[in-house]
């Protein structure tokens, strides 16, 4: 579902132009171009061009596995579950 959302602008644009032309008998510039906008924006790369705009810092590893960093967890499901606890 959130990979349909990059989707969004374009079928907004179109529905746009398309409402505004049946009714009006007019498509206007501002829809037109915001398509144009919205199909760019869906087709582009946006995952490159993000790596290439931002510097990614690689995660450092657990250093801790869970058995011994359980004890530094303030709580955990069974302290805070009521029917449990």
């Keep these: 579902m959130t990979e349909m959302l990059e989707l ?19 498509a206007f510039v ?19 061009i993000n790596e ?10 657990n250093e801790k596995t869970y058995i011994n960093a359980k004890y530094d967890f303030d709580t955990d499901y069974a302290r805070t579950n009521p029917a449990t606890g």
């Design 30 to 48: 501002t829809t037109v171009i915001g398509l144009f906008i919205g199909v760019i924006h869906a087709v582009m790369p946006m995952q490159d």
């Design 52 to 61: 290439k705009l931002f510097k990614l810092i690689p995660p450092t590893p």
């Design 8 to 26: 969004i602008l374009p079928i907004f644009s179109a529905s746009n132009l398309f409402f505004f032309y049946f009714i009006q008998n007019d």
